[in-house]
């Protein structure tokens, strides 16, 4: 997504009638019947009034022009190339051999992953939640899962005190906001069905594997994935439902359920335990959570309302001074120049992300600060007696943060990422928060202190 499409996101949801999406395209690129082609499993329909919401109209009537004048040997070839390419993965060694020979020259890669990492990424892959049912039995306790919660509703309030006391927003716009946040969902750990047997049976109800047939277990799968998502056309959005296996180390915000997503798989060290100091449960998943939240109200997020709903839902006056502090941080970003690979950050095109990292620690800290006032100062570690808990909390928020990166990745993730590089994602993030000057002394005018400081949420 280009900065300028980030900008006026709704336009891209364009409501189209199918016959809207082929009258300009020669009969020999039948829209429809290709459309029914695709839904021929279930009981759906296309029918010339119906209506469809497209992402890309003019690719698509462009792309439909193109294969009506392409000669059928060339569209047959092009297909088969790219369900090949596809699923080299599932091929023989010798076609996965020439991939991974790509991967090291593209990408400096060295060498393949083991063969029982890729077998176990696959299984997971395909059976998440039936993988996440023993992830969950022996790793993830529901003690755990209770204290995510209470830490979840902890950093919610913090930001939702954010929201209450902002100058910047009309009172219309900021009651929406604050409605909007009430009524964020929170998918922490795994979903509640998950130990029940006949639950989890039912989630892999139709899907046949067989002990000596790999790929036609894969294209079994392919095809059962598919068609319970084609299946779900004409039912209600179930904004409650889980979408992410257990055993996944991620934590994400999804717009369109305003769901918050912290699967059992990240909630492990250095991000979250429930032996290890509250100062780096709140610098780690407390920070994960506050990151997912902000999301809701980033430069994409502002888009969406409490129902996952596209439009322009916020006041204009207020939406121009929420423009204006946003070149504040796209100014800051975009002065980070990431020598090793002689490139400036693209603080336009990583803005959302830079929000969000932003809005985390002030948020996440925030919520730290009201523990420790209900419950005392936190312990020291061994080792590291010399940094108090407030400093723990800001060393574990960069720990998670801290990389490796080959250049050329790095280099991919300086030209076209989201994210600012680990480095200055840090350094970009703490030195606007008042918070981590005052822990650490930092003089006023320092690079970690500066006078002027971007702040949004």
């Not at 082929?22 to 329909?45: A, C, G, H, P, R």
Request: a negative charge; one cysteine or more; glycine letters at 6%.
């Amino acid at each position: 997504m280009t900065a300028e499409e980030r900008r006026d996101l709704p336009a891209l949801y364009n409501r189209y009638k199918v016959s809207e999406l082929y009258s300009n395209i020669s009969d020999k690129f039948d829209w429809m019947q290709y459309m029914n082609l695709l839904f021929v499993d279930t009981e759906f329909k296309f029918v010339e009034d119906t209506e469809v919401v497209v992402y890309a109209p003019d690719f698509l009537r462009k792309m439909a022009e193109r294969v009506a004048v392409t000669p059928p040997r060339v569209l047959a070839n092009y297909l088969v190339w790219r369900i090949t390419e596809y699923r080299i993965t599932n091929l023989p060694q010798a076609l996965i051999d020439i991939e991974n020979k790509f991967y090291r020259v593209a990408y400096s890669i060295p060498e393949e992953p083991p063969r029982w990492l890729s077998c176990v990424n696959y299984v997971n892959g395909v059976l998440g939640y039936a993988v996440g049912r023993l992830f969950v039995d022996k790793y993830f306790k529901e003690d755990s899962k209770i204290a995510m919660a209470a830490m979840t509703k902890e950093v919610r309030k913090a930001f939702d005190g954010h929201l209450s006391q902002t100058d910047w927003m009309d009172s219309a716009t900021k009651m929406l906001a604050r409605e909007k946040l009430a009524e964020m969902n929170n998918h922490i750990g795994y979903p509640d069905w998950l130990h029940n047997d006949t639950a989890l049976r039912l989630r892999y109800d139709g899907l046949e594997f067989e002990a000596d047939t790999y790929f036609h277990n894969h294209l079994n799968w392919l095809k059962w994935v598919e068609q319970k998502s084609l299946k779900k056309i004409t039912e209600p959005v179930k904004r409650d439902r889980w979408f992410v296996a257990p055993a996944v180390i991620d934590a994400y915000y999804h717009d369109e359920l305003n769901t918050i997503v912290l699967p059992a798989g990240a909630l492990q060290p250095p991000f979250y335990h429930k032996e290890q100091p509250m100062s780096l449960n709140y610098g780690g998943i407390g920070s994960f959570i506050g990151h997912s939240i902000t999301h809701g109200f980033d430069d994409i997020g502002r888009f969406f309302d409490k129902d996952g709903n596209i439009g322009q839902w916020w006041d204009d006056k207020t939406l121009a001074s929420f423009l204006a502090k946003t070149k504040c941080m796209i100014d800051q970003y975009s002065s980070y120049k990431v020598e090793e690979v002689d490139k400036y950050v693209d603080g336009e095109n990583t803005l959302a992300e830079n929000i969000a990292d932003n809005g985390a620690i002030k948020t996440s800290y925030e919520a730290f600060q009201k523990h420790e006032e209900a419950n005392g100062p936190g312990q020291r570690l061994p080792g590291l007696v010399q940094y108090n808990s407030k400093q723990l909390f800001f060393l574990n928020l960069a720990q998670v943060d801290c990389t490796v990166d080959r250049l050329s990745s790095l280099k991919d993730q300086v030209t076209a990422g989201y994210h600012t590089p680990g480095k200055w994602r840090v350094i970009g993030s703490i030195s606007n928060s008042p918070e981590f000057a005052k822990a650490f002394s930092c003089p006023v005018g320092s690079v970690m202190n500066p006078v002027d400081k971007c702040n949004i949420w």
